[in-house]
């Protein structure tokens, strides 16, 4: 059975191996197929990072000692510096800066911390952020019993700090998933059915009437090009003009929708039109929505289970809409499954997807949830 796109999202956000960006995409996409925009602006603020002034979510906060560093002899020592001894004059705001320490890095850079190594006495926004105004606390900085001259004091944050950090990032996540409601509950009110079929094979008659619907509703929309003759050009209206304009094909005068032409053919010439059946008002959105997004899935690289799926839900879609009274409940699921294909994509979750793919593929579900 092919894993759905909510359960797919979910091993995503728990598996350590995948980056956290990727992972925080890829709920940002569920999150707008599940209607839920707190979540999307929520992994977009964890993948951005916070602010430096402002307030941080709690398993972002982290309490780490102060170290200071010194380099008797050319190597490296390094003391723990309690605020004690800090110069009185900054013991207030090292404290209160202390006190609101975080992590508010956006998580590609907490992730790249993780694998940077540290240089001794190396200053790093991250692992190793410096107090405020170093050169001046340290000339401040009372004289020790063990004779150290700091060359540098900073929070010494480390990478486990980080790791835990991320984690829990991780957990919040995954709560995130678990809390988003399914947008399109099953409801037996909204299904005239008598049961649901476990499988649904492709239909190619069904997908023939689906375009000819499709090419229907283009049609109710016909490009009007409005052409003016030259009275000047007409018969017995005097001296031809200089210039003249040749039309080397028809020129049609007035509205010509519906009309067929054949042109510079020889022997007999055959037409017919074939009317499709009607869309029920007020789905036409939907119809037209459907189609451009299957127009679309097949230039994109799919699996023949994703791009089989897609397919019997367009099918299912345009059989409904054009029904006398359309199956709301069985529309909405399709369009479920049909968006469900499209999430990989916008996700960048599928092969050679480019920049572009993902932004049409996000378009194409922003449309078929407003045509609804």
Same mark, same amino acid.
């Given at each position: 059975?092919?894993?759905?796109?909510?359960?797919?999202?979910?091993?995503?956000?728990?598996?350590?191996?995948?980056?956290?960006?990727?992972?925080?995409?890829?709920?940002?996409?569920?999150?707008?197929?599940?209607?839920?925009? +707190?979540?999307?602006?929520?992994?977009?603020?964890?993948?951005?990072?916070?602010? +430096?002034?402002?307030?941080?979510?709690?398993?972002?906060?982290?309490?780490?000692?102060?170290?200071?560093?010194?380099?008797?002899?050319?190597?490296?020592?390094?003391?723990?510096?309690?605020?004690?001894?800090?110069?009185?004059?900054?013991?207030?705001?090292?404290?209160?800066?202390?006190?609101?320490?975080?992590?508010?890095?956006?998580?590609?850079?907490?992730?790249?911390?993780?694998?940077?190594?540290?240089?001794?006495?190396?200053?790093?926004?991250?692992?190793?952020?410096?107090?405020?105004?170093?050169?001046?606390?340290?000339?401040?900085?009372?004289?020790?019993?063990?004779?150290?001259?700091?060359?540098?004091?900073?929070?010494?944050?480390?990478?486990?700090?980080?790791?835990?950090?991320?984690?829990?990032? $991780?957990?919040?996540?995954?709560? @995130?998933?678990?809390?988003?409601?399914?947008?399109?509950?099953?409801?037996?009110?909204?299904? #005239?059915?008598?049961?649901?079929?476990?499988?649904?094979?492709?239909?190619?008659?069904?997908?023939?009437?689906?375009?000819?619907?499709?090419?229907?509703?283009?049609? @109710? #929309?016909?490009?009007?090009?409005?052409?003016?003759?030259?009275?000047?050009?007409?018969?017995?209206?005097?001296?031809?003009?200089?210039?003249?304009?040749?039309?080397?094909?028809?020129?049609? #005068?007035?509205?010509?929708?519906?009309?067929?032409?054949?042109?510079?053919?020889?022997?007999?010439?055959?037409?017919?039109?074939?009317?499709?059946?009607?869309?029920?008002?007020?789905?036409?959105?939907?119809?037209?929505?459907?189609?451009?997004?299957?127009?679309?899935?097949? @230039?994109?690289?799919?699996?023949?289970?994703?791009?089989?799926?897609?397919?019997?839900?367009?099918?299912?879609?345009?059989?409904?809409?054009?029904?006398?009274?359309?199956?709301?409940? @069985?529309? $909405?699921?399709?369009?479920?499954?049909?968006?469900?294909?499209?999430?990989?994509?916008?996700?960048?979750?599928?092969?050679?997807?480019?920049?572009?793919?993902?932004?049409?593929?996000?378009? +194409?579900?922003?449309?078929?949830?407003?045509?609804?």
């Amino acid at each position: 059975m092919r894993m759905s796109h909510r359960a797919h999202v979910q091993t995503l956000v728990r598996d350590p191996a995948v980056s956290l960006v990727q992972a925080l995409n890829a709920l940002i996409v569920l999150a707008d197929e599940y209607g839920n925009p +707190a979540t999307a602006a929520w992994a977009r603020q964890e993948i951005d990072g916070y602010p +430096a002034v402002g307030p941080v979510p709690d398993y972002r906060k982290i309490t780490a000692p102060i170290i200071g560093a010194a380099m008797p002899s050319g190597r490296e020592v390094r003391q723990q510096v309690l605020l004690a001894d800090m110069p009185a004059s900054y013991r207030r705001e090292i404290y209160r800066l202390a006190d609101g320490l975080a992590l508010r890095q956006g998580i590609a850079t907490l992730e790249r911390a993780r694998s940077r190594p540290l240089y001794v006495a190396s200053p790093d926004p991250v692992l190793r952020p410096g107090l405020p105004d170093l050169s001046e606390l340290i000339r401040l900085m009372p004289e020790r019993a063990d004779g150290l001259t700091f060359v540098t004091l900073y929070w010494d944050i480390g990478f486990e700090r980080v790791t835990e950090v991320l984690a829990k990032i $991780r957990w919040a996540a995954e709560e @995130k998933v678990r809390a988003l409601a399914d947008p399109y509950p099953y409801s037996d009110d909204n299904d #005239h059915s008598e049961g649901i079929s476990t499988k649904v094979t492709i239909n190619k008659r069904e997908i023939a009437r689906m375009m000819r619907d499709i090419q229907k509703e283009f049609d @109710k #929309h016909p490009i009007r090009v409005p052409i003016e003759s030259d009275p000047r050009a007409a018969l017995g209206a005097g001296p031809v003009p200089a210039s003249t304009t040749i039309y080397n094909g028809p020129v049609f #005068h007035g509205d010509a929708n519906g009309a067929q032409l054949a042109w510079n053919n020889s022997g007999e010439i055959n037409q017919q039109q074939t009317q499709g059946d009607p869309v029920a008002p007020g789905f036409e959105p939907l119809a037209q929505a459907v189609a451009l997004v299957m127009q679309g899935l097949a @230039k994109v690289e799919l699996t023949d289970a994703d791009r089989n799926d897609a397919e019997e839900a367009a099918t299912e879609i345009v059989t409904e809409v054009t029904t006398a009274q359309p199956n709301t409940g @069985k529309i $909405r699921r399709a369009v479920k499954v049909l968006k469900g294909a499209l999430a990989p994509i916008a996700a960048g979750l599928t092969a050679a997807t480019s920049s572009e793919v993902q932004e049409w593929a996000r378009t +194409a579900i922003d449309q078929l949830g407003n045509a609804l």
